[in-house]
């Protein structure tokens, strides 16, 4: 059984930077893909970034595209989110999620992106941006 904890949320000042961190747990091979996903107040869970626990392969939102980031340790049972120029419009719930026994194209993908694609979810961490 997989378990994900996500960590690193907070209350930042516009214009500042976090680095959220999914650390999971019981992870087997079939285990390949780790994404993290945004809820604002109000709004539905939307896909954010994803990658490929084993060859690295990255996914990232467009409209968040060089300001979020993602990366995994070297045995790809920790994901990291790194968010700069932070904005009021980042403030939400940050969770990240895994599937299993895609193929290593998958992250290509807009299906990464997708939340309906994820079984294991973690219980999020909160982040506020706010002067």
């Known amino acids: 059984q997989v378990t994900l904890v996500e960590s690193g949320g907070g209350l930042v000042q516009p214009g500042g930077s976090l680095r959220l961190s999914c650390q999971g747990s019981?992870?087997?091979?079939?285990?390949?893909?780790i994404a993290w996903f945004r809820q604002r107040p109000g709004e539905n869970r939307e896909g954010i970034s994803c990658?490929?626990?084993?060859?690295?392969?990255?996914n990232v939102l467009n409209s968040v595209k060089g300001r979020f980031t993602i990366s995994r340790d070297n045995a790809g049972n920790t994901a990291y989110l790194q968010i700069d120029n932070l904005g009021p419009e980042d403030t939400g719930v940050y969770y990240c999620?895994?599937?299993?026994?895609?193929?290593?194209?998958?992250?290509?993908?807009?299906?990464?992106?997708?939340?309906?694609?994820?079984?294991?979810w973690g219980q999020g961490t909160r982040v506020a941006v706010s002067s």
């Open positions: 990658i490929d626990r084993n060859v690295g392969t990255t």
């Open positions: 999620a895994t599937t299993t026994d895609k193929p290593r194209t998958w992250a290509h993908t807009r299906q990464c992106l997708s939340r309906h694609e994820y079984e294991t």
């Open positions: 019981g992870f087997t091979s079939r285990y390949t893909n």
